[in-house]
C-alpha cells in the first residue's frame, strides 16, 4: 500500500518515460506512479504497458483520446486517484523529462506529512531554488511571469508557475474542478489561486530545475497567452 500517488502527464515521452519510472520506484518511499497519456505518436503508452509487467500494482496507466491538454490530464489524474481503494493521502505533479528531480518527491511529502503544508510547491524562486540550462530569454520571462502573477493576485508565492507540486487529499477533495478553467500553465496558477482562497496553507520547497535533455519541449505560445490573461481573469473572476 502507499498513500503517495506521483500524476506524470505524456505525449511523446518515450525517450524518458523508462527511466523516469525505475527511478520513481527505486526511492525510499513506495510511491504509485499514474502516466496519464494523451495518444502520444511515439508509443508512450505502450512503453508503460510494458513496464506494469515489471510494477503490477504500483504503476498504472491513463489513456486519452489525442492532446486535451495538461490541466485536464492533471484533474483525471487527480479524480482517478481520489477513487481508489488505496485512498491516497498525497497527489504529486511532476513532468517526465527529468526537468523535476524525482528525489525531491520526498522533500515535498515531508512538508506535507510532517510541516504545516497542504500543499507543496517546488520552488524554483524561493531562497535555495535555481534555474540549470535555460536560456536568458527563458529565465526573464519565466521570472517575469512569477512576478506579474504575484502583483496581479496578491498570492504570496515565489513561484507560482511552477509545476512540481504536492497536494493534500482535503485540497483536492474540496476543489470543484469542473470550475478550474484553464488547461496550460494558467492551471498551475489558479490551482494554487483557488487552493489559497479556499483557505489552505502554502509551502514552498526549494528545487533545482534542470531543462530536459531529450524530447521536445511542450512550450509554444498559446499558452503564454493563456497564462497573462488567465492571470487577469483571475484577480477579477
Known amino acids: 500500500m ?12 518515450r525517450e524518458n518515460i523508462t527511466r523516469m519510472v525505475d527511478t520513481v520506484f527505486g526511492l ?22 510494458e513496464l506494469q509487467l515489471r510494477y503490477p500494482d504500483r504503476l498504472h496507466l491513463l489513456e486519452r483520446a489525442g492532446k486535451l491538454g495538461l490541466g485536464t490530464a492533471y484533474l483525471d489524474g487527480f479524480r482517478w486517484g ?36 497542504d500543499v507543496a510547491v517546488g520552488s524554483r524562486y524561493t531562497k535555495g531554488g ?24 496578491g498570492m504570496p508565492v515565489k513561484d507560482p508557475t511552477a509545476g512540481f507540486m504536492c497536494y493534500t487529499r482535503p485540497v483536492l477533495e474540496r476543489m470543484n474542478f469542473d470550475e478550474i478553467r484553464f488547461i496550460g500553465y494558467a492551471f498551475q496558477i489558479e490551482m494554487k489561486y483557488t487552493a489559497r482562497e479556499m483557505g489552505f496553507t502554502i509551502v514552498e ?10 524530447g521536445n519541449s511542450k ?3 498559446s499558452i503564454i497567452k493563456e497564462a497573462v490573461f488567465g492571470v487577469l481573469s483571475l484577480r477579477f473572476r
Not at 497519456?37 to 508512450?44: E, H, R
Not at 485512498?87 to 523529462?97: G, S, T
Not at 534555474?131 to 496581479?152: E, H, M, Q
Open 205 to 214: 520547497v526549494p528545487i533545482v530545475f534542470t531543462d530536459r535533455i531529450a
Open 219 to 221: 512550450m509554444h505560445k
Open 130 to 153: 535555481s534555474v540549470k540550462n535555460w536560456p536568458l530569454d527563458r529565465i526573464i520571462l519565466s521570472y517575469g511571469a512569477s512576478v506579474f502573477t504575484r502583483v496581479v493576485t
Open 2 to 13: 502507499s498513500d503517495s500517488l506521483v500524476i506524470i502527464p505524456t505525449y511523446n515521452e
Open 82 to 117: 481520489l477513487k481508489r481503494a488505496e485512498n491516497y493521502r498525497y497527489f504529486f505533479e511532476m513532468d517526465a523529462d527529468f526537468s523535476h528531480t524525482p528525489a525531491d518527491l520526498i522533500r515535498l511529502r515531508a512538508a506535507c506529512h510532517d510541516g504545516p503544508a
Open 28 to 49: 525510499s518511499q513506495p510511491f504509485h506512479l499514474l502516466v496519464v497519456d494523451d495518444g502520444s505518436p511515439d508509443g508512450t503508452a505502450a512503453v508503460v504497458r
